[in-house]
């Protein structure tokens, strides 16, 4: 198995938007989105670095991803792979658990490999792989039209050996 290079820019672990009356301000993320962009953040880690992830519900976890996931110029990609990355670079999801990959999973050059029960619950898991493997049960789906994820070029799924 090849390493992955290290991130080589500012990536802050962003804190979570509450309202006063402690409840969760997941509207607030598009414009703590744009304010980072604007000052050439391209990353972050959701849920910050200070344990507030475990104070929150699975509910609340789930809303502040997807608001993340919406927000900004990268929206519904769930997976960036760095385009510099070894090519075949291996990324596996495996086992027999149902996984909720809400829009683009982007390894350019990896080597992505479903295999077991694998598969997604979403209506939307769109994948640019060097080389893509299905093994077992494993399955997606890919009408992506609720999650903001623009067309990648036609609308028919190819596969290409």
């Not at 990609?77 to 596996?92: C, E, L």
């Not at 640019?128 to 049960?137: E, H, L, R, V």
């Amino acid at each position: 198995m090849q390493s992955i290079t290290g991130l080589h820019e500012l990536v802050p672990a962003v804190h979570s938007p509450f309202h006063a009356d402690g409840s969760l301000a997941a509207d607030v993320v598009p414009t703590q989105a744009a304010f980072l962009a604007a000052n050439g953040v391209r990353t972050v880690f959701v849920t910050g670095s200070t344990g507030e992830c475990h104070s929150l519900t699975c509910a609340e976890r789930q809303a502040l991803y997807e608001a993340w996931a919406h927000a900004g110029p990268t929206q519904g990609i769930v997976f960036y792979g760095d385009r510099k990355m070894p090519v075949g670079t291996d990324f596996n999801l495996t086992g027999g658990g149902t996984q909720n990959f809400g829009g683009a999973i982007y390894l350019p050059k990896a080597k992505l490999k479903f295999s077991g029960g694998n598969g997604t619950t979403t209506s939307c898991t769109k994948i640019i792989a060097d080389t893509i493997a299905f093994s077992g049960a494993s399955n997606l789906k890919v009408d992506c039209a609720a999650l903001g994820t623009a067309t990648i070029g036609s609308t028919t799924a190819l596969l290409v050996e």
